[in-house]
């Protein structure tokens, strides 16, 4: 089996019925997007950078975070480069002092975007060094856990501070890098019509959509059971969002675990997904997958999916694929 999958290297992901489908890669390392690259990714759908402040004292130069980000887009040879800003919070808390060490409710708290925009020159040396590499290949930045417009515009503003700033100083800069909003906070899920004209893609964080969602803590034991993409309203949102990037020309990929799981592929399918970002150890066997589905067929049975009362009914509809 292993072998089969290895001759998979090579082969483009397209269903059954003939669409392409992209498989982008999760990496945090060197290693990761070498992999990513050897197995023929469209490229890195989320690069968490978080690694660079994490097991060290002192905050990453901006020099320092430039030469990794660069690395990293020469690393993919001309495919495209989504970096995530940090995504630090007392739930991933590091030592330099920024993040809070602990708080009441670190996954409601001061985390994602809104540590970056508490601190706006910190942030801005992450989005200086990143449109920098970006000088070097095509690059997206994708902003982490936001919940609404006013972080968006935030962002957007510092943005082209970050751009004027650079180009005051001479410095090389990419001619675009698009911008993107995780949605991973169910405000967001609901309310993409009102960040639309401020992206250029999005990229569905189901581990904490999950969590927010069904209020239930992601690395809880006790609530492994609860914890599942597979309850009907997280379909039902997914569904919502998938078809308003189809409305509205906005590409859609899902970065969370869900997306790595080859057994959850007909499902995503049938709802309208058509980007993954997974780690590269699956991407094997999620394109297998994706090459033994029918599109037409799994959209046309999206409604019953659709319809599904519980998680059982949602393993019946699976077992059927
Ligand atoms: C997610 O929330 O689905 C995600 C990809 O981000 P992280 O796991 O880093 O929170
Ligand atoms: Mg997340």
Partial sequence: ER?????????????????????????????????????????????????LFLKRNELPTEEEQFLA????????????????????????????????????????????????LAHPDLFLTQLRAILRASAYGPVRILVPMVSGREEMQQVCDLLDRARTSLQDEGRQVGPVAELGAMIEVPAAALGLGDIVDLVDFVSVG????????????RNHEALAELYSPRHPSVLRLLSEVFAFGRRNGIPVAVCGEMASEAANVPLLLALGLRDFSLHPSTLLEVRKAVREADLGSLRRRATTLLRCHDRAAIDRWLQRC
Avoid: C, M
Wanted: charged share 30%; aromatic share 4%; no cysteine.
């Fill in 206 to 217: 189901t581990n904490d959509l999950v969590q927010y969602l069904l209020a239930t803590d």
């Fill in 3 to 51: 072998a089969q999958l290895a001759r998979l290297r090579r082969q483009p992901t397209r269903t059954k019925d003939g669409v392409d489908i992209r498989l982008y890669a999760n990496a945090e390392s060197r290693e990761d997007v070498a992999e990513a690259h050897a197995l023929g990714a469209d490229g890195v759908g989320l690069y968490r950078t978080e690694f």
């Fill in 69 to 116: 980000y660069r690395d990293l887009v020469l690393g993919l040879a001309g495919r495209v480069a989504t970096i995530r800003t940090l995504d630090l919070g007392a739930d991933k808390a590091d030592r330099t002092g920024l993040a809070l060490r602990s708080e009441p409710n670190p996954a409601l708290g001061l985390r994602g975007v809104r540590l970056s």
